[in-house]
């Protein structure tokens, strides 16, 4: 008797590499040169690596520079300790990242169930913050990675406005984003090749004005040390041409779905806007470190929480700032989909997940 094939629905932590992806990282592996040397060898390499910022532009339909970084974090950090500011504004539920980046910034609430239950930032509390001295960068992320809550939705939202109204800067973290949807009319935005099908190590950096931040030296226009990953960076490109979420196996309805199995026979987790991709789920009698065990066991890779921190099964920061109590948050486990995930899994999901929550109200 065969093995059954796993399924893989955690492509919020990491989703798979696309095939034009790896080919294009075999292909680079075989420009070893570095991009900055003088030689011929190094030039080749440069006009591989400018070639592909121009089509990862492209494809982000962005226009102002791309700083090149090893990963979302990295870039984070530049954009959270190089911008010319004062002072840093972080919303609630940002990423544990932002909050390493960026320790003492002011918190910026959000609107979550005991509010109005949009997920998008206070307005009012945020006002108040910019109405301080000094000017401040604001970090909004575009999509919780726990929930998939939409915090900047659709195109230019009140939050942004009044960054720009106070002569702030607008950073949004669109890890969760880009490559699915069109990414907002930020300042500064941060990338990540390895949410989207590209290889892990590389992301970047997307910067409206590079004179928003101060230079640090080295490569990357003076503003990130370390040697370029051109291989990396071929595979980021080639990942973000090769299709968006409109080309994925599965629809939007198909995904949406779920919502309506989650709530008939547990929680969902639904918080304002809700993109199609992310879900957060919780189930009667069974807590998430046991479900994420019996999901395992039966051939299904979810998890519970971001990916740098699920590891722990720490209480969920985000769920709390969205006003998700103590209880729910931990029976709460994230299912999330990619360009791979076909209807036939979802639907495995499905029967795998009514088993287990019908086997723990039985024993309950």
Known sequence: MGVKKRIYLDHAATTPMRPE?????????????????????GRAARAALEEARARIKAALGWTGELIFTSGASEALWIALNRAKVQRRIVSAVEHDAVFRAAPGADVLPVMGRDADGTGEPDCDFLAGYLAEPGKALVAIQAINSETGTGLIPYGQPPSIDLVREAGGVFLSDCSQLAGKGSLPNADMIVVSAHKLGGPPGVGALLVRDLAMLEPVGGHEFGYRMGTENLPGIL?????????????????????????????????????GHQCSHIFGAAMPHLSAAAQLIRFDAMGFAVSAGSACSSGTLKRSRALAAFGVDEDTASRTIRVSFGWNTTPAEIDAFREAWLEVAHDAARRA
């Open 235 to 271: 595979g980021f490109a080639a990942a973000l041409e090769a299709g968006d979420i409109g080309g994925w196996p599965t629809s939007a309805e198909q995904r949406f779905a779920l919502k309506d199995l989650f709530w008939g026979s547990g929680e969902f987790i639904d918080i």
């Open 21 to 41: 992806a790896m080919a294009a990282v075999a292909e680079g592996m075989t420009r070893w040169a570095n991009p900055s040397s003088p030689h011929a060898e």
